[in-house]
């Protein structure tokens, strides 16, 4: 069965400090692969999403790069974080266009 | 361009009783639509989707939907209300193309009062 994968759980981190998220997927191949942030428990703004090794869209101009190395590997990056950037980050890998997203647990970042 | 409404940021149903937390889309051609459950500090749950076949889906933990494509709406149903549902729900679609994103509505709370 696959299974997705976070971490850290939870991150405190000063303004002005790099960030590095990540997300990894087991028992499947080649996934669409997506980045979430959500602020104050309410709703999903997609921040990345990918279709391969080395692919990935944008979909809001802001402070956050990702990357993904391998397959099944996604990282979240920040050269310097802003407090804006504080929220909880989902990762989340779907197997196809007609099919549902798997979220991993989720990464509570705090930047005081 | 796609869109999800869930007009309800919150629902209040006692325990028992049945529940409905709406939803309605706005997609080019046929909709792919899904609906997510969340936990307090948890990742979201995946529930139900429709592809396609008959209108009514039945999901996990006795949930169902049912796609009205004459109203453009998915509502999420159950029967009789859990206290252990009480959740953040959150419906998505996602078009027919080669547009890989899903698109989520802002969630409704669903409270069951016991």
């Known amino acids: 069965s696959q299974t997705i994968h976070q971490w850290p759980a939870t991150l405190v981190q000063p303004v002005g400090s790099p960030l590095s998220l990540e997300c990894t997927v087991e028992?499947?191949?080649?996934?669409?692969l997506y980045w979430y942030r959500q602020a104050a428990g309410r709703g999903l703004q997609l921040l990345f999403y990918s279709v391969g090794i080395g692919q990935i869209s944008s979909e809001v101009p802001q402070n956050l790069s990702a990357s993904r190395p391998q397959d099944r590997q996604f990282i979240l990056s920040s050269k310097k974080l802003l407090l804006s950037d504080s929220g909880f980050y989902l990762c989340a890998w779907g197997p196809g266009l007609a099919n549902e997203q798997y979220f991993g647990p989720g990464t509570r970042l705090t930047v005081t | 361009a796609q869109s999800v409404a869930q007009p309800e940021d919150q629902v209040n149903v006692a325990e028992g009783n049945p529940l409905t937390v709406k939803c309605t889309y706005s997609v080019s051609g046929n909709p792919y639509l899904f609906w997510y459950v969340q936990y307090p500090n948890r990742g979201l749950q995946f529930l139900l989707k429709y592809i396609t076949g008959d209108n009514l889906v039945k999901g996990s933990y006795g949930f169902e939907a049912e796609f009205n494509k004459s109203q453009t709406s998915f509502h999420l149903k159950k029967p009789s209300a859990l206290v252990s549902d009480s959740a953040l729900y959150f419906c998505?679609?996602?078009?027919?193309?080669?547009?890989?994103?899903?698109?989520f509505g802002k969630g409704t709370r669903l409270h069951i009062l016991p």
């Open positions: 998505a679609v996602r078009a027919m193309n080669r547009d890989d994103k899903i698109i």
């Open positions: 028992g499947t191949s080649n996934p669409n």
